[in-house]
């Protein structure tokens, strides 16, 4: 049998900046918390709300890597494409993009506190398109646009 992958914390083993503004796959989703009567109910104060399996490009290949979600909207979000919305594994893949970075000054010094995901539902094979330089849409406007979305509200920019 083949040794298991190593597993990196994105935040701890690897920084944040490695997948910020990046897409990433989610290959598996392990909440600790539940949504109940639209409210995050979550196990304890100390554990984050998920767990995060990503892929990507811009991470080296033959590990694990995990990212924490700590965020109730970021939780609530993924929630709801995995959890209410369902994804069809056949035919969909989950992208993740990470932005820690706010135009507003205040969200800046404050950024710590505020979601941080841009969660978006995608036909399958659309990551590998979106860092294949020879891959070119027959249509980008409609290439580009996910079958479904969720992010931090734009007010918050």
Known sequence: MGEEPETLFIGKDVPYKV???????VIGFTPFAVILDGEVKAATKVMPYALLSLES????????YILRIAHRID??????????????????EV????????????????????????VYIFPIGHLEQCYDRNFKPD????????????GPPEDWH
């Not at 939780?75 to 969909?92: C, M, P, Q, T």
Request: proline residues 7%; hydrophobic residues 40%.
């Open 139 to 150: 249509n980008p406007n409609t290439w580009w646009g996910p079958i479904a979305e969720w």
């Open 57 to 64: 490009p811009v991470l080296p290949k033959g590990k694990e």
């Open 19 to 25: 997948i910020e503004g990046q897409l990433c796959k």
């Open 95 to 118: 992208l993740i993009a990470y932005v820690s970075s706010y135009r507003n000054i205040w969200l800046k010094l404050f950024s710590s506190v505020h979601p941080k995901l841009h």
């Open 75 to 92: 939780f609530s979000h993924l929630w709801e494409a995995f959890k209410v919305r369902g994804i069809d594994n056949k035919k969909e």
